[in-house]
């Protein structure tokens, strides 16, 4: 049988493998959620919380823009390269091992960076922390999915969407207590613990369902072909700025991925079990929430990483003042998550989706008018603004995506829906970087002129130009003050001008995607995994 007629077979056959809800601890449906959130929630925490952390990394290790771009973008790489990868592994032998295993890396790797006396080397261990998170991250959806009756897999999602969207909102906060606090490694050696609880828990309580049509084998050429793909795409995005975008380097990676994305695609119609199956984008709500989630990503990670530095580096903000400030967007995420999920489950998730994105965009917008003086009480109207509009699309998004998958693909629709998130969330920053290097490049020297600084050889305007994209202005304590004054007006400037920008174009990604949310609609198949007998 072929993976399509597979795929539409199972979307048109009711797929009762899930036995009634257990009566003890061992697969009950809310203690089920309970104990995956922890491991998503230590997972989602850490794709912001070493935001905040950044500027301290930086400073410590002396790391480049480029080292602290990849501590993100390495971590964020990993996760996406893996993702569907882990979601076949869960459907494979069981989402209950794979998201053990998966949490139980994570924490080992966590600790590992907490340890690390080099940038190369927590970038490394960040990227192995990303690799253990891709396990976890679809496992997860697949044990609610195959947990949870129809009735209550909506409100199951949207509790998920919830610990996801806080988690990732409240990163910061936390991340600025720790890292004033204690030390920027505690960000990493939190998960340890964390780590230890999910781990009891999941062993305690989470119960393996296996559909009966899983897959027995793998797609070995699409895992080298995707992942191939993915690399050449982010790496170029990274590069292309250091390189230049016309530059034969910058050209070819893009080219390679074109090139590897076409042959995955190919593949994927020759192989008995393919790593996704075509078919699954025959419904247009799939395909849609895929895309939407990528956009929603580039604009909201992209955008964060600026926010960070924008406070700490142009406001002089202490870490936790910074995550303080960033509250509004915190409270209004878990607030607005329940909401949402609520909406979602009684009018469906078109309407929630398009305002939830038309708002984020209004809140770029409103960000791209940030300046070196704006008060607190204009940030937080835009953060909670950014806030409101994430919070529906988090959860619906979800469930447009899982919910239009047959349940023995549950795992490749929760890695699918992560990774989308992921490489949305690589993306932005890599693109949106860029923006911020160009725009630095192209004004620095015309605003130091201005100035009447003392003029700046090519080698000191790199120099210059490194520190002024994170918003730090290039001073000692040998600098008369005067001329420090200058510097530092020079420096914040320039990088709100480059951040404005990068707004702007985070706004306009913001509107692409409320138009793609027009698409969306109730899953399908929803229902494909409810077990006999209710909660």
């Known amino acids: 049988m072929t993976s399509q007629t597979t795929v539409e077979k199972a979307s048109r056959e009711p797929q009762d493998t899930v036995p009634a809800p257990a009566k003890g601890l061992r697969g009950h449906p809310w203690l089920t959620l309970f104990s995956v959130a922890i491991g998503v929630m230590m997972v989602a925490l850490d794709g912001t919380i070493v935001a905040i952390a950044n500027p301290a990394i930086q400073q410590d290790l002396g790391a480049s823009l480029a080292d602290v771009q990849w501590i993100t973008n390495g971590y964020l790489l990993a996760l996406a390269v893996s993702l569907i990868t882990a979601g076949k592994l869960g459907d494979r032998f069981g989402h209950r091992q794979t998201f053990l295993i998966g ?98 828990l999941g062993l305690v309580i989470l119960k393996d369902h296996r559909a009966e049509n899983a897959p027995r084998s793998f797609d070995i050429g699409g895992i080298v072909l995707l992942s191939g793909a993915m690399f050449c795409l982010i790496w170029a995005l990274i590069k292309g700025a250091e390189w230049g975008w016309g530059d034969y380097k910058t050209l070819g990676f893009l080219g390679a991925a074109l090139a590897l994305f076409v042959g995955f695609a190919f593949s994927q119609k020759k192989v008995k079990e393919p790593l996704i199956p075509l078919a699954m984008f025959r419904s247009v709500p799939l395909s849609a929430g895929t895309v939407l989630m990528v956009l929603m990503a580039f604009a909201f990670m992209g955008g964060l990483f600026f926010v960070t530095f924008y406070l700490q580096n142009v406001h002089g903000l202490s870490p936790v003042d910074s995550g303080l400030h960033l509250l509004p967007l915190t409270g209004m995420m878990i607030v607005a998550s329940p909401l949402a999920g609520a909406a979602i489950t009684k009018f469906g998730p078109r309407v929630p989706l398009v305002g939830g994105m038309l708002c984020t965009s209004v809140a770029m917008f409103g960000m791209s008018q940030l300046e070196v003086g704006t008060s607190t009480l204009t940030m937080s109207i835009w953060f909670g603004l950014l806030g409101l509009g994430l919070a529906p699309v988090m959860v619906g998004a979800t469930e447009v995506i899982v919910g239009n998958a047959p349940i023995e693909l549950s795992g490749v629709a929760g890695g699918l829906q992560q990774a989308a998130m992921q490489v949305g969330g690589s993306l932005g920053t890599a693109v949106l970087g860029a923006v911020m290097a160009s725009q630095v490049d192209s004004k620095l020297a015309d605003n130091w002129t201005a100035a009447q600084l003392p003029p700046l050889s090519p080698e ?39 951040m404005s920008t990068a707004f702007m174009v985070a706004g306009v990604v913001a509107l692409v995607a409320a138009l793609v949310a027009t698409l969306t609609k109730r899953g399908a198949n929803a229902g494909a995994g409810a077990g006999v007998g209710h909660i």
């Open 103 to 200: 949490v139980v890396g994570f924490a080992v790797a966590s600790g590992a960076i907490g340890l690390s006396s080099s940038v190369s080397l927590v970038i490394a261990f960040r990227v192995l922390q990303g690799l253990f998170g891709a396990l976890l991250m679809p496992a997860a959806l697949g044990l609610l999915r195959a947990t949870f009756p129809a009735e209550k897999l909506n409100m199951a999602i949207g509790i998920w969407g919830m610990v996801i969207g806080a988690s990732t909102a409240g990163g910061p906060i936390l991340g600025g207590v720790l890292v004033e606090h204690v030390s920027w490694q505690s960000v990493f050696f939190i998960n340890v613990p964390v780590g230890v609880i999910a781990l009891l």
């Open 460 to 498: 000191q305007l790199d120099a210059v130009s490194s520190a002024v994209e994170v918003g730090v202005p290039p001073v000692d304590g040998n600098t008369p003050p005067e001329v420090a004054a200058k510097i530092a007006g020079v420096a914040h400037d320039t990088f709100v001008s480059g």
